[in-house]
């Protein structure tokens, strides 16, 4: 088993004024060589947006774009015609392919939006771009991990390019374990709130650990606790 520890106050940090960005990973003017990606996950980005601001219309290509927004309301438009509203609650995913413009603004003037911004590698490129967003409430567990993303068009979730599985726990004084998929992918814990107990570490909010050559996770929570799972191929 290998680990990797990314504690919140070492992450990457960008003050635009109306935007602050934690990154997990070298992102834009954050470039930590130790820092990449975690396998196929490049990019994990933080971000609170300030009311009616946002980021202006900006490409991407060949890229499983994921955005989870965590607390407000977020506006996306882009050239594929879709003009959405994601909000608490909501998974959005865009294949970027070929290739895809598109905006994200907070629809809200008096209040910010918080949400993570999730880059993954794909396992094909050039694909059609495409656009899903799915509304989560309705399979939510109790002390117990649901699934949110898959590879899987007909499984529980949206569906990405490439052999990944994410989920989400809400968890409250228990334990509790995960098995990967599939043979070679690795485990990124991203903790939202609380505190976890994972292979001898204690995690604590917007703390993230990497897991891999383990099949099998165990872990602990005392208390109360919101964490995002991650499961990803490691031969990136």
Do not use: C
């Not at 947006?49 to 994921?66: A, D, L, Q, R, Y």
């Amino acid at each position: 088993m290998k680990t990797v520890l990314h504690k919140a106050d070492a992450r990457g940090h960008a003050n635009h004024g109306w935007l602050q960005s934690y990154h997990s990973f070298s992102f834009a003017n954050y470039q930590n060589p130790e820092r990449m990606h975690f396998g196929a996950l490049r990019v994990l980005n933080d971000d609170i947006v300030s009311g009616g601001k946002g980021f202006g219309t900006h490409p991407h290509n060949n890229m499983e774009i994921i955005s989870i927004p965590l607390e407000g309301d977020l506006q996306h438009m882009d050239n594929m015609g879709n003009s959405t509203v994601i909000k608490q609650g909501d998974v959005q995913i865009m294949s970027a392919g070929t290739g895809v413009s598109h905006s994200e603004y907070n629809k809200n003037p008096d209040q910010p939006v918080k949400f993570l911004q999730i880059w993954m590698f794909p396992n094909q490129e050039n694909v059609t771009p495409r656009y899903d967003q799915i509304t989560i409430n309705g399979i939510k567990k109790e002390n117990e991990f649901y699934q949110i993303l898959s590879p899987e068009k007909d499984d529980e979730g949206v569906w990405a390019h490439q052999d990944a599985w994410f989920s989400l726990g809400e968890f409250n004084n228990t334990t509790t374990s995960y098995s990967t998929h599939k043979k070679g992918n690795g485990v990124y814990l991203f903790v939202l709130s609380g505190t976890v107990e994972v292979a001898g570490e204690t995690l604590s909010s917007r703390d993230g650990f990497g897991i891999w050559e383990t099949n099998t996770i165990e872990l602990k929570i005392d208390n109360k606790a919101s964490v995002l799972l991650m499961e990803v191929p490691m031969n990136f």
